[in-house]
């Protein structure tokens, strides 16, 4: 999910509340958005989307065949690099999407080389 737009849809069609953090994620973000010095006040911004999409956990939605939502996972930027980090993987409801899906949640932690396992990411257990 790049956009509150997503978001919100994302929160909608699975019944949680990813909206919320994706919007309190890009609000902390942007409000650490330190512009050059001595730039035109014009161009002070330009690197703000940059910044925040740098900064931002990492929002996903994982998908059936015909487009249909099933996992919702959010990586902190800290796991993204491989430190320790947050990651929260919930499915509709914030039910548990590991006996169902736990094999595509397998691929994605492949993919992204971190611990998916549902010991660390599903808040819920």
């Known amino acids: 999910m790049e956009t509150q737009v997503e978001a919100d849809a994302e929160s909608e069609l699975m019944g949680h509340a990813v909206a919320k953090h994706f919007a309190r994620f890009r609000e902390r973000a942007r409000l650490s958005y330190r512009p050059r010095e001595g730039?035109?006040?014009?161009?002070?911004?330009?690197?703000?989307?940059?910044?925040?999409?740098?900064?931002?956990?990492?929002?996903?939605?994982?998908?059936?065949?015909?487009?249909?939502?099933?996992?919702?996972?959010?990586?902190?930027?800290?796991?993204?690099?491989?430190?320790?980090?947050?990651?929260i993987i919930v499915g509709a409801g914030n039910a548990d999407p590991y006996p169902a899906y736990g094999d595509a949640i397998n691929i994605l932690a492949a993919h992204f080389r971190v611990?998916?396992?549902?010991?660390?990411?599903?808040?819920?257990?």
Do not use: Q, W
């Open 39 to 87: 730039i035109a006040s014009i161009e002070r911004d330009i690197g703000l989307n940059d910044h925040i999409r740098r900064e931002s956990p990492l929002f996903l939605t994982l998908r059936d065949g015909e487009g249909a939502a099933l996992v919702t996972a959010m990586l902190s930027k800290d796991v993204r690099e491989g430190r320790s980090g947050d990651v």
């Open 115 to 125: 611990d998916l396992s549902r010991e660390r990411c599903f808040p819920y257990g």
